[in-house]
């Protein structure tokens, strides 16, 4: 075959943003994809019944949409949103619900404490005086030095230390300190469990509140068609080739430098510049490289590694409109049901425990609701997914009892909506990691999104950027910071990082140099 400037490992989002700026500065790229098509987790397909079309992993991106990285690509994606954001349904049946519009916002959240509203808006001015400054944080190389010193001019050492004290927080702490009432506090919370996170976990009041503030500021929007069509601009742009159903086996390395790889059927492709990893780290690390070429400490630290949750995911379609008991359910694009905040601590406590929560909270898309060409007039595209415990297998009936606990959920919701069901999908654990290789044991998030695997310390305790022991080989996968989401930032990071190793002598000298250090 002939030599390209760099191979990407893996056509998920990640590597296709990789490659397209690697091919944007001018390099030859070859991207090797192990299934037969490209996407990853950004897939969609017709799984319940002709006409209905499911988002097959994930949906909805408010972080694809704010994130400078997929804007700067300016990829032809057509977006779309849902009437409503999201709203979260306790189990007495109230509704907190999240709006693009503040006072419709403000106004759920009054009904559950006078004030709430207005501390709403508080909220959301606070974020709007940051929002741009930590997206950028948020989507750089670590450390962000200049985003960061952005931020401590305009919050000054005051402001910076509060914004410091917010970022390490538990969702549960970070709702009570904001908010007097429960709804506002449990559309944090509920946010924050699209992680790994507990809601008493330090750092899960960052995700809630991105995640919700981001709602309120530009929405959850999908893309028209599905979520393979912000996969397909990535494909269309990008003017390398793509092989599929060619999985890696083994980065070639010599003299402590990657060459290139080998894929299963025993072909060697060559890379002159870079290999760049679109895979899980301990894939990257423990397989494709081996011990031979990596430092003894970093093998010791990748058993330390920790997966996130593992997931249950189940699509159907649904031959109305969901019977919601609440109508404020209704409009929105996203539902969070099943708990209460107390509820959801129980719910993690379990998956904590090892133990399968008996009450499951679910995370549901309504995706007709946001797009009307997923499924005919009148109808609903349908999913849910909710978390189990990160374990090696499970068995049809654990996974088909668990589907049974989702169904009598949202049954209880939304009476009828069972006799309404045309057809269903279940996506298992097994099933993902099946479908898409970098979901191991049905785990979405590239590894926990807990503080200790966050920043510097992701995948594993060294520099938080791409560069890996191996000069000329870099992790551009969410095990690498800023970690899971469809937002292309590892993928971008490791493309960037490609191209300053190739563009000054003194750095892989340099990073050698870090690397001796952490490692020895």
């Not at 400078?68 to 709203?87: C, E, G, I, N, Q």
């Not at 948020?138 to 917010?166: D, E, N, Y």
């Not at 807990?450 to 520099?463: M, T």
Request: proline share 7%; hydrophobic share 45%.
């Amino acid at each position: 075959m002939d030599d390209v400037d760099a191979i990407v490992v893996g056509a998920g989002h990640n590597g296709l943003v990789a490659a397209n700026l690697l091919a944007d500065a001018g390099w030859t790229v070859r991207v090797l994809e192990a299934t037969p098509q490209p996407g990853g987790a950004v897939r969609s397909g017709h799984v319940t019944a002709p006409g209905y079309l499911s988002d097959l992993f994930s949906a909805f991106y408010p972080l694809g949409y704010a994130s400078p990285v997929l804007k700067s690509l300016d990829l032809d994606v057509r977006w779309t949103h849902a009437p409503d954001v999201f709203t979260h349904l306790l189990p007495d049946g109230r509704a907190a619900t999240v709006s693009r519009d503040v006072d419709r916002t403000a106004a759920s959240m009054e009904q559950f404490a006078p004030g709430d509203g207005d501390r709403w808006r508080n909220a959301y001015e606070d974020w709007r005086s940051v929002s741009d400054a930590m997206v950028d944080t948020l989507f750089t190389p670590f450390p962000p030095v200049r985003s960061s010193a952005g931020l401590l001019r305009r919050l000054r050492v005051g402001g910076a230390l509060r914004l410091a004290r917010r970022l390490v927080l538990s969702v549960r702490e970070l709702g009570s300190e904001l908010f007097e009432g429960e709804g506002a506090s449990l559309a944090l919370a509920g946010c924050a469990l699209h992680t790994d996170l507990s809601p008493e976990e330090a750092g899960g009041g960052v995700y809630g509140w991105l995640l919700a503030m981001l709602g309120q500021e530009v929405g959850w929007p999908a893309p028209v068609g599905g979520a393979q069509e912000l996969t397909s601009a990535l494909v269309r742009r990008f003017p390398g080739e793509i092989v599929y159903n060619a999985p890696v086996t083994r980065v070639l390395v010599a003299r402590g430098r990657a060459m290139g790889v080998r894929t299963a059927d025993g072909r060697d492709w060559r890379a002159r510049r870079a290999v760049i990893a679109d895979v899980p780290a301990p894939a990257l690390y423990l397989d494709l490289v081996g011990d031979r070429w990596l430092p003894p400490r970093l093998t010791e630290d990748m058993a330390h590694f920790r997966w996130d949750g593992a997931t249950v995911k189940v699509d159907w379609a649904v031959r109305s409109k969901m019977p919601w008991k609440n109508p404020a359910a209704a409009g929105a694009g996203t539902v969070h049901l099943g708990a209460d905040m107390n509820g959801l601590t129980r719910y993690a406590a379990h998956l904590a425990s090892d133990e399968i929560p008996p009450n499951p909270f679910l995370l549901l898309g309504q995706m007709t609701t946001t797009d009307a060409t997923r499924s005919p007039d009148g109808t609903e595209s349908l999913w849910a997914y909710t978390h189990l415990p990160h374990r090696a297998s499970w068995t049809a009936d654990e996974i088909a009892e668990h589907v049974e606990r989702m169904e009598a959920v949202i049954e209880e919701h939304a009476p009828g909506f069972r006799r309404a069901v045309v057809a269903r999908n279940v996506f298992a654990p097994g099933d993902m990691e099946r479908e898409n290789p970098s979901l191991v044991g049905g785990a979405l998030g590239g590894g926990t999104a807990a503080a200790f695997q966050q920043l510097f310390l992701r995948p594993v305790p060294g520099l938080g950027r791409a560069d890996t022991p191996v000069d000329r080989l870099f992790l551009g996968s969410s095990s690498a910071h800023p970690g899971g989401g469809v937002h292309g930032a590892p993928g971008a990071n490791a493309a960037r990082a490609a191209l300053a190793r190739d563009g000054n002598p003194l750095y892989p000298a340099v990073i050698g140099a870090a690397h001796r250090v952490i490692y020895r």
